[in-house]
């Protein structure tokens, strides 16, 4: 008869470098304490890598950096999303470094979501989903959503001039469908920004 261990160890195989794993994964293969005591050992063994409680990477390496890569806190987010079948978005600063709009890198991930509400700690970083409405996730590009989110965190008339550039110029490798579509949901203030990219 094969182990928990050996289950856990096998379809763990079957895993692309830098996959990420939750606890739950193996739950059709024993016991919630017969996983946890394999995973522990995993790791110990560096199959794997604990990320957060409950949350595990395979190790992927980097011939270019000549060491073990791991997958971001942004991958890990998005993980945890598509696992808990929910929404995303990021918010505030995050959003205005994904645009290139600030360059400082946030120790501290917020993104709104449609699912629980919670935080998580990866390493020395910290991703939040806080709960919000369907109208802010109703959004369609990918883009457009994180200019409206990176407009809230600076501020009605606090753009400058080269911050109003950057996202204009953003906005024109939107799709346009999306684009027309998610200015008719931004706030109006935001709404008049965006419509100067069309």
Do not use: C
Not at 18 to 33: M, N, R, Y
Not at 156 to 169: F, R, Y
Not at 183 to 195: D, Y
């Amino acid at each position: 008869m094969t182990s928990t261990d050996d289950k856990i160890e096998q379809k763990i195989k079957g895993l692309n470098p830098g996959s990420i794993i939750f606890t739950e994964d193996f739950q059709s293969l024993g016991s919630s304490g017969a996983i946890a005591v394999a995973l522990h050992r995993m790791v110990k063994k560096g199959v794997l890598k604990t990320l957060a409680r409950g949350i595990y990477a395979k190790p992927k390496f980097s011939k270019l950096l000549n060491q073990e890569v791991l997958p971001s806190t942004e991958q890990v987010a998005e993980a945890i999303a598509k696992r808990d079948r929910a929404r995303i978005l990021p918010t505030g600063v995050y959003a205005q470094n994904v645009l290139g709009l600030s360059t400082q890198v946030p120790l501290k991930l917020v993104y709104l979501t449609d699912g629980s509400p919670r935080k998580i700690t990866v390493g020395n970083r910290t991703i939040q989903f806080k709960k919000t409405t369907p109208k802010n996730l109703a959004l369609k590009g990918e883009i457009s959503k994180l200019v409206v989110q990176a407009l809230k965190e600076i501020g009605k008339d606090n753009a400058t001039d080269e911050e109003l550039k950057k996202i204009k110029a953003v906005l024109q490798n939107e799709d346009i469908k999306d684009l027309k579509h998610d200015i008719s949901l931004a706030p109006q203030w935001i709404a008049e920004i965006m419509a100067q990219a069309l």
